[in-house]
């Protein structure tokens, strides 16, 4: 009995040293996993189309992960402007094994999320989403998913529309029913000039070979344009503002940054660079292990990151005058 007793502490004591080996085996195993993740993380980053605020939105994410990541692989994605290449980009993210993926644009960030849903995924540039079911609050984030909204101050866009032409009575919108960030902010839009008495008249597309036509349709029947955040008429941006100066339209956007380059008469809206910048920040979070649904969505609140834009060489050729006011508070002023 003695000898039975021997046996079995032995057979305890082996099994004991069994399980600690493996716990160690496991722990080492995991710390060399933790690391590799830290030091080296996978990210990929997908924009539906490109054009300035996005291709200023990518670069802040890039730089912001990359002076926390050095090592970072950033795998760095173009849909084209095509939500099937948004699924396909998507799978390919899946078969990659990213440790985080970034939808720049509701569409992409929509792909993302349905492929997506054992892995982190953070939202950029989605104006509402809420309306784009990738969350169910604003307040707090998803399982694996939040991000950052581009909800625009439209109130102040069409007001600045307004200033630069005071006898406005008909707004003219271009807008892709297809995105749902497009059709809350139309909504939105059409709400306020009718509270303020204007009409707002309306043109959708499907896609960029289409802006030009839809443009058309409204030249003549309206005072004033105005474009807000969708990435489908911005993709075509220089061959509308090129229309509007035909035409001697005044024409305001919501994008600032290509309004840099692209001689639209003024742009109330968004620093993107900087919103790049927010969302990575929120992409080192996730990557040092704060949970998605612990992060609420994020807007655009400090001044740096929204700008004024005021073209006077565009002012001049369709005859329109800028008020003093409004070139004094401009983050930009082009032409004298």
């Known amino acids: 009995m003695k000898q039975s007793t021997k046996f ?17 085996a496991l722990a080492s195993c995991g710390a060399a996993s933790a690391k590799k993740v830290s030091d080296e993380p996978k990210i990929g980053v997908a924009k539906i189309v490109a054009h300035p605020a ?34 396909q980009i998507a799978q390919k993210f ?16 929509m792909a993302l999320a349905n492929v997506l849903t054992d892995i982190p995924v953070i939202y950029s540039a989605v104006t509402d989403p809420v309306a784009a079911g990738l969350v169910a609050s604003y307040d707090k984030g998803g ?23 005071p006898k406005a009575k008909r707004i003219g919108h271009v807008y892709n029913a297809g995105e749902a960030n497009s059709v809350t902010t139309a909504a939105k839009a059409e709400a306020y000039c009718k509270s303020k008495g204007l009409e ?26 105005y474009l ?38 003024a742009a109330v809206g968004f620093n993107y660079y900087e919103m790049g910048k927010a969302t990575g920040r929120i ?37 329109v005058t800028v008020p003093q006011a409004m070139i004094d508070r401009a983050s930009l002023v082009i032409g004298k």
């Open 8 to 24: 079995a502490s032995f057979a305890l004591l082996s099994a004991a040293l069994v399980a600690l080996a493996a716990l160690a």
């Open 54 to 87: 996005l291709d200023a939105l990518e670069k802040g994410i890039v730089e912001e992960i990359t002076a926390a990541y050095p090592k970072a692989k950033i795998d760095l994605q173009n849909a084209n402007g095509e939500p099937a290449t948004a699924s």
């Open 94 to 109: 899946k078969v990659d094994k990213v440790d985080v993926a970034v939808g720049i644009a509701t569409p992409t960030a």
């Open 143 to 165: 399982d694996h998913i939040t991000g950052t909204s581009d909800l625009p101050p439209l109130e102040g866009q069409i007001d600045t529309l307004l200033a630069l032409a």
């Open 200 to 225: 707002f008249v309306t043109a959708t597309v499907a896609n960029s070979a289409e802006v030009s036509q839809a443009l058309a349709s409204l030249v003549g029947r309206v005072d004033g344009i």
């Open 228 to 265: 807000s955040t969708d990435n489908t008429v911005f993709s075509a941006i220089s061959t509308v503002a090129d229309l509007c100066i035909k035409a001697k339209l005044p024409l305001v956007t919501a994008d600032p940054s290509s309004a840099e380059t692209v001689p639209v008469l």
């Open 283 to 319: 992409v080192v979070e996730v990557l040092k292990g704060k949970k998605t649904a612990d992060i609420p969505t994020y807007f655009a609140k400090d001044p740096k990151e929204q700008a004024l834009v005021i073209n006077l060489d565009v002012a001049k050729k369709i005859g």
